[in-house]
């Protein structure tokens, strides 16, 4: 009789044997082959890798006339278990030209985080520390009249304060503050207006539940830094610091850790947006480069968290493709947020069911962000998607 194992659950099988607890390690580093993509590597580079992936028994894919030097960038695919890659490191370290150093070093660190696979954590500004040993969700309160899905609106203070304390009994670790609706096509409020709405809910949330976690979903950084003194904890900022050039400073002088999530134009014109050779390598490129520009500041990775936008500036497909490829941004070594409940995307691959039906919907997408590695997820519903979670954290043993 022939069984096949689970890749996840291949230390247990091995363990089952009867191995040696210490050959374990040597046996996982042999066992799984771990896609790597280099984009915008020198073609003699390339070259080599091809040569040296397949001298450490693995190999590695290139582009039809990398052999001739036919274009002067390429992408390529390296293909091997992390043993091999080991062995191709060491010859990389021999190899200071072509850029070489740059791939060794990258991919030197990707390999040390796949041995190690860090605990990954955020750190808020008041010292407390999100670790995320689970999956961490985050409850979604609009202080708006016109977001997307009417159960989700709260306009009235103690409309609020109520529905918090349920999230937090339900098992939210998170409440997401908006005072501004971001859904397809609608216009923006002014300033004054979002603070008005957001500013005296965070201040009573803070004194209600003080030990609350508390985000403030907005790109305004003067809001932002109001929030933060009202008793905010987390930025969300959907544009990643682009809409308002003062975010990035706001962001470093008061130690808020900021989600930075991927959108094209505003809202009211991202879906006209949409058009993208590669949209899961685009996001992931452009959400690592706005992370480096908080790195460059000196601002650590556990003050970052990435979020690839569902429905900001996508289509049906693109979002599906997103979720799919969820792994890609995971493995960058930030915290990721996957904010999916109730949208759009799920309504159509449902039939065109209505936001008030598309819970069980969000729930495949919070359990597909688990399956994943994402440490977040923003949902409306708090109680069926936390059973649901940990529902599946239990099967996997997480």
């Not at 689970?6 to 896609?35: C, D, R, T, V, Y």
């Not at 999956?135 to 159960?151: E, H, K, Q, R, W």
């Not at 598309?358 to 962000?369: C, K, N, P």
Request: charged share 20%.
């Amino acid at each position: 009789m022939l069984l096949k194992i689970n890749q996840e659950l291949l230390g247990e099988a091995m363990a089952s044997i009867g191995a040696h607890p210490g050959s374990l390690p040597i046996f996982a580093h042999k066992a799984q082959i771990i896609p790597y993509k280099l984009l915008g590597v020198r073609t003699p580079a390339a070259n080599i890798l091809k040569q040296e992936m397949l001298a450490a028994g693995g190999d590695a894919v290139v582009p039809t006339g990398c052999i001739v030097n036919s274009d002067k960038y390429v992408d390529v695919l390296l293909l091997g278990t992390l043993k091999q890659y080991k062995l191709l490191l060491k010859k990389l370290e021999l190899m200071q030209y072509f850029g070489l150093k740059q791939v060794a070093q990258e991919l030197g660190a990707a390999i040390a985080a796949a041995l190690q696979k860090p605990l990954l954590q955020t750190t808020l500004a008041d010292g407390r520390v999100l670790t995320y040993d689970k999956m961490c969700v985050m409850g979604i309160l609009n202080i708006t009249p016109d977001s997307f899905y009417a159960g989700s609106r709260v306009p009235e203070l103690d409309d609020v304060l109520n529905r918090a304390g349920l999230m937090l009994e339900q098992g939210a670790q998170i409440l997401d503050i908006g005072g501004e609706s971001t859904r397809p096509g609608s216009d923006s409020v002014d300033g004054d207006e979002e603070r008005r709405r957001v500013l005296p809910v965070l201040e009573a949330l803070r004194k209600a539940y003080p030990e609350a976690v508390l985000s403030v979903d907005t790109y305004r950084a003067d809001t932002a830094e109001a929030a933060i003194n009202a008793g905010a904890d987390i930025i969300n900022d959907i544009s990643a610091m682009e809409a308002d050039e003062r975010m990035l400073e706001v962001a470093v002088r008061t130690k808020a850790p900021i989600i930075l999530m991927h959108m094209r134009g505003t809202p009211k014109n991202m879906q006209q947006n949409c058009q993208y050779q590669d949209v899961v390598q685009e996001v992931a490129v452009y959400l690592a480069e706005r992370a480096q520009l908080l790195r460059e500041q000196g601002v650590g990775k556990d003050k970052i968290i990435l979020d690839p936008g569902i429905g900001f500036a996508k289509n049906v497909e693109q979002n599906l493709r997103l979720m799919r490829d969820l792994h890609v941004l995971t493995s960058f070594g930030y915290p990721v947020l996957l904010a999916a409940s109730r949208k759009s995307t799920i309504g159509a691959v449902l039939g065109g069911v209505p936001a008030e039906e598309r819970l069980e919907g969000t729930i495949a997408t919070s359990l597909q962000a688990v399956y994943a590695g994402a440490q977040l997820v923003r949902v409306h519903d708090v109680l069926p998607n936390v059973r649901a979670i940990r529902m599946l954290e239990g099967i996997l043993h997480k």
